[in-house]
Structure formats: C-alpha cells, structure tokens
T-cell receptor, first 113, second 114 residues
Framework: DAGITQSPRHKVTETGTPVTLRCHQTENHRYMYWYRQDPGHGLRLIHYSYGVKDTDKGEVSDGYSVSRSKTEDFLLTLESATSSQTSVYFC????????????FGPGTRLTVT | AQSVTQPDIHITVSEGASLELRCNYSYGATPYLFWYVQSPGQGLQLLLKYFSGDTLVQGIKGFEAEFKRSQSSFNLRKPSVHWSDAAEYFCAVGTTGGGNKLTFGTGTQLKVEL
C-alpha cells in the first residue's frame, strides 16, 4: 500500500462541464502520474509531476490540465468534459529514487453523458 | 519512443496447468520492465520488475519472468495456475529519464477453468 487515495471514486457528469479529480499521497513521493485506462488501450499517461509546480505532458494530454501546489496532492482537471473522456483514471507514484516502479491508486471511474 | 506488445488478448488455462504470457518491447536503451496484475474493479498491483542482473526474476504469488534481450521479450510464467489468478495482466517498459514514464501493453485477460 503506497498510501494513495483518489477522489471521487465514481462520477457521472454531463458534456461540457468541468471536472476535477484528486490524487492524494501520504508518503512525500516526488513523482506522481495520471493515467487513463480504456479497453484495448491498456493504460496511457496523461500528465505527470516531478515536484511542486513541476508538471509535464504525457501521451494523451489534450483536453486535460494538472496542478500540484502541495507535495501530497496532484489534481487532474477536465476543463470541458467530452464523452471521449469517459474512462477509468488512475493516479500513481514512483518509488523512491533508485527504483522506477510505480504504485497505483484505486482509480476513479468517470462517465461523461 | 518505447512500445510494448502483448499479442494475446485472452488466454484460458485449466487450474493447475502452467502459464506463459507473452510480452515484447521496443526501447532504445537498457529497458526497465514490469508486470502488473489487475483484478476486476481494482487498481494495478506490481507482480515483478527487471532492472539489471539476473535475467530470471521472481515475483509475488509464484510468478516469474525471463528477460531475453535478443528477442526483446519479457514473458511472464507460473508453473501451476490457481483459480484466483484470473485477472488482467499488463506488461510495461519504463524510461530511465524524462520522468521515468511507463508505457503499457494492452493487456492479457486470463481466464482459469476449474
């Protein structure tokens, strides 16, 4: 257990509305990641953070923004949700320096109607 | 850019039979390789990892994987499958820099027949 929580765990929202997903970790990890999981695609990286206020884009960043104002929180925002953003979203942290494996949170299932 | 191929979308095995899940990767440098397992409705759990050294790595739940550089493969094996092993399995390759990002394969769904 890497001490990662995600909120909300489930959300249904309408097209065009803004949505923010929260990832919270309790162990002061520097690196945090947001992935989306879709059938037939595995997990794909949206954005990641390598420190407070330090973020970068991943493979599928269009339509998403992130913020990290505190070490423990990494927020993913969909500025104007679309049906193509219906997915399961996972947050992850990278183990301490010297290791490269990532540990995942429980996920957030988002449905955009 | 790195990539991972898991050629088998679904695999069915009988309980007690051996298992091998295939994973092929593409990466320009020495790869960091991982296998994760996901039970229905759950997050991903790390099964095992390869960084360097011995090419046969042992993981949790009786799984092992062998790194073969010449074949760009990192296949997952288990000598005797249990019904509780039914899940989806993901292979991933990691970068050593640039955020240590992971690239995942599309997954293999394992069904275990009793």
């Amino acid at each position: 257990d890497a001490g990662i929580t995600q909120s909300p765990r489930h959300k249904v929202t309408e097209t065009g509305t803004p949505v923010t997903l929260r990832c919270h970790q309790t162990e002061n990890h520097r690196y945090m990641y947001w992935y989306r999981q879709d059938p037939g695609h595995g997990l794909r990286l949206i954005h990641y953070s390598y420190g407070v206020k330090d973020t970068d884009k991943g493979e599928v960043s269009d339509g998403y923004s992130v913020s990290r104002s505190k070490t423990e929180d990494f927020l993913l925002t969909l500025e104007s949700a679309t049906s193509s953003q219906t997915s399961v979203y996972f947050c992850a942290i990278r183990a301490r320096s010297g290791d490269y494996e990532q540990y995942f949170g429980p996920g957030t299932r988002l449905t955009v109607t | 850019a790195q990539s991972v191929t898991q050629p088998d979308i679904h695999i069915t095995v009988s309980e007690g039979a051996s298992l091998e899940l295939r994973c092929n990767y593409s990466y320009g440098a020495t790869p960091y390789l991982f296998w994760y397992v996901q039970s229905p409705g759950q997050g991903l759990q790390l099964l095992l990892k390869y960084f360097s050294g011995d090419t046969l790595v042992q993981g949790i739940k009786g799984f092992e994987a062998e790194f073969k550089r010449s074949q760009s493969s990192f296949n997952l094996r288990k000598p005797s499958v249990h019904w509780s092993d039914a899940a989806e399995y993901f292979c991933a390759v990691g970068t050593t820099g640039g955020g240590n990002k992971l690239t995942f394969g599309t997954g293999t769904q394992l069904k275990v027949e009793l």
